[in-house]
C-alpha cells in the first residue's frame, strides 16, 4: 500500500491544487509542496526503516511491494515494487518536484492551480514508471507523464511554445506507439510459445522468442527510450521543448523525465532482450559517443543561454548510454551516478537561466554580459553548477564519468578515447557560460535582483548533494549494486 499511497498523493494532491486556484493563487502551491514534501519524507522514512538502509541486502532485494490482480483475462497485473535502482529514482523525482514548485513560486501568474495539477500528474507517472512490474501497467504510467508534460510546455512555455510542445509530442507519442507494438509483440510470442497469457515482467524475462521477433521487439523498446533519453538522432524535440518550457518545465525534462529512459534501458532492456541487445552494443555505444560529441558541439555555438543547456543534456545523457550498453559494474555505477548528478547539475542551471530570462527578458547571452557586481549569489551559483557540469573533480558529475569512461575502457578502448574528448569540449562549453554571462562590460546599469532566499535555499540543497556524491558516493553504490548485480546477471548470463 505504501507504493500504491505514494502515487495516489500526488494524483489527488493535483485535483486539490487545481480546485483551490478558484481562492488564492497561494493554495495550489501550497499544496504541492505538501503533497511533494510528504512522498518525500514517506519515501524517506521507508528507507531508513531498512535494516541496512545504505547496504540494501541481497540481490535483486525489494523494498516494498503491491501485487494484485487486475485485468486476469490478460494476465494484466497491478504489480509495484522498489528496489535500491528505483528508490534513488523516486527520491530524485520527489525532490526535484519540490524544487520546480519553488522555482514557479514567482514565474507562474496565470491557471496557477492546472500548472500544479499538470505537475504532480507528471510526477505521478513517473513515480510510476519507476515502480510498474507489470509492462502494460508500465506502459499507462508511461503515457500518463506525457499529457501534462504537454500541457506544461504549451500554456506555460514562452513564445515559440505551441511547435516545440507539438514536436514534444509527436516524439513521445511516436516513440510510445513503438513501445506498445514491442510490449505485444513479446507477449504475444510468449504467449505462443508457453500458452500463458502475461504481462509480469518476471515471466518475460528469458521468454522464447525467434531472434527476428526479439531483435525488433528489443529495437522498439530501444527507441522509445532513447527518445526519451535523448540519444542521437531522435533527440531533435528536446532543445525546443528545453528551451520553450518554464523553468519549472524545463527542471522537471532535465532532471526526472529524460532518466525515465536511462532507467528503461536498464530495467528492460537489457534483460528482456540479453542476445539481441548483446549483438546491437556496439551500434548503441556508437550513438552514445556520437551525442557526447555532438551535444557539446552544438552546445559550444549556441548563443541562447537555455539551448546552450540542452544540448549539454544531450552530451552528459551519451555517456550514460555509453555506460549501460558497455555493461561493466564500473561502467553501470557509473551510469547511476551520472544520472544523479545530471538531475542536480543541469537543474540547477535551468532554473538560472529561468531567473535571468524572468529579469532580463531575454536568454541571449550576448545581452547578459556582466552580471557578477550585480547578482554575487547568482552568479556564484551559476558558476558552481558550470563547473559541476564540466565534471570538476570532487562533484558528482566528475565520478560518473569517470566510472563510465573507467568501465568502458574494457569493452572498447577507441569509444573511450573518443568519448574522453568530451571532457575537453564540456570544459570549454561550460567556460563559456560563465564568461558570456557573469563577466565583461554589463550593458546595462539597471540594478539586477539577486537570487532570493527561496533561491538559494533550493540551490544549496543541490549543491550539498552534488558534493555529497563527488566526496562520498560509496552509500549510493550500496544502494545500487544489488539491482544493478541483479541486471547485470540477467543481461550478461546469455553471453
Not at 41 to 56: A, D, E, H, K
Not at 346 to 357: D, E, I, K, R, S
Not at 388 to 409: Q, R
Amino acid at each position: 500500500m505504501i507504493l500504491l499511497g505514494l502515487f495516489l498523493i500526488l494524483v489527488v494532491g493535483g485535483l486539490i491544487a487545481w480546485l483551490t486556484e478558484r481562492w488564492h493563487p497561494l493554495w495550489p502551491r501550497i499544496i504541492a509542496l505538501l503533497a511533494l514534501g510528504f512522498d518525500l519524507l514517506w519515501i524517506v522514512l521507508l528507507w531508513l526503516s531498512q535494516p541496512g538502509p545504505f547496504n540494501i541486502a541481497g540481490q535483486g532485494a525489494w523494498l516494498a511491494q503491491l501485487n494484485w490482480p487486475w485485468i486476469t483475462r490478460f494476465g494484466i497485473r497491478f504489480h509495484l515494487a522498489l528496489d535500491g535502482l528505483s528508490l534513488l529514482l523516486v527520491l530524485l523525482t520527489c525532490f526535484l518536484g519540490l524544487i520546480t514548485v519553488a522555482a514557479s513560486w514567482s514565474e507562474i501568474k496565470h491557471r496557477v492551480g492546472f500548472f500544479h495539477f499538470n505537475v504532480l500528474w507528471t510526477l505521478a507517472g513517473v513515480l510510476g514508471v519507476f515502480m510498474a512490474l507489470d509492462l502494460f501497467l508500465f506502459f499507462l504510467f508511461w503515457e500518463l507523464m506525457l499529457v501534462p508534460m504537454y500541457f506544461l510546455i504549451a500554456i506555460w512555455g514562452h513564445e515559440h511554445r505551441l511547435p516545440a510542445s507539438f514536436k514534444f509530442f509527436l516524439f513521445t507519442q511516436g516513440s510510445g506507439l513503438l513501445l506498445l507494438i514491442a510490449i505485444l509483440t513479446l507477449v504475444w510470442s510468449q504467449f505462443q510459445h508457453s500458452g500463458v497469457l502475461t504481462f509480469n515482467y518476471f515471466d518475460l524475462l528469458g521468454a522464447s522468442l525467434t531472434p527476428t521477433a526479439a531483435f525488433w521487439s528489443m529495437l522498439g523498446f530501444f527507441i522509445a527510450f532513447t527518445v526519451k533519453l535523448p540519444a542521437v538522432p531522435f533527440h531533435p524535440w528536446l532543445p525546443d521543448a528545453h528551451t520553450q518550457a518554464s523553468a519549472g518545465g524545463s527542471i522537471i525534462l532535465a532532471g526526472i523525465l529524460l532518466k525515465t529512459g536511462a532507467y528503461g534501458l536498464l530495467r528492460f532492456v537489457l534483460p528482456l532482450f540479453p542476445e539481441a541487445a548483446t549483438d546491437f552494443t556496439p551500434i548503441a555505444m556508437l550513438l552514445g559517443v556520437i551525442g557526447i560529441l555532438y551535444g557539446a558541439g552544438l552546445a559550444f555555438v549556441q548563443h541562447d543561454l537555455k539551448r546552450l543547456i540542452a544540448y549539454t543534456s544531450v552530451s552528459h545523457m551519451g555517456f550514460v548510454l555509453l555506460g549501460i550498453f558497455a555493461g561493466t559494474p564500473l561502467a553501470l555505477q557509473g551510469a547511476v551516478i551520472q544520472i544523479l548528478a545530471h538531475g542536480m547539475s543541469t537543474p540547477a542551471l535551468f532554473m538560472v537561466a529561468g531567473v535571468l530570462q524572468e529579469r532580463l527578458h531575454t536568454r541571449d547571452m550576448r545581452q547578459m554580459s556582466g552580471l557578477w557586481s550585480k547578482a554575487p549569489r547568482l552568479a556564484a551559483i551559476g558558476l558552481f553548477f558550470a563547473l559541476a557540469s564540466l565534471g570538476l573533480p570532487g562533484l558528482g558529475n566528475f565520478v560518473g564519468e569517470f566510472l563510465i569512461l573507467l568501465g568502458t575502457y574494457p569493452v572498447s578502448t577507441p569509444f573511450t578515447a573518443i568519448a574522453a574528448l568530451g571532457l575537453i569540449l564540456a570544459a570549454v562549453y561550460a567556460l563559456l557560460i560563465v564568461q558570456k554571462v557573469f563577466h565583461g562590460k554589463g550593458q546595462d546599469t539597471q540594478p539586477l535582483p539577486d537570487f532570493s532566499i527561496r533561491h538559494m535555499t533550493a540551490m544549496s540543497a543541490m549543491i550539498l548533494i552534488l558534493l555529497w556524491l563527488g566526496l562520498y558516493p560509496q552509500p549510493v553504490f550500496d544502494m545500487a549494486y544489488p539491482a544493478l548485480e541483479s541486471l547485470h546477471g540477467l543481461s550478461w548470463s546469455s553471453q
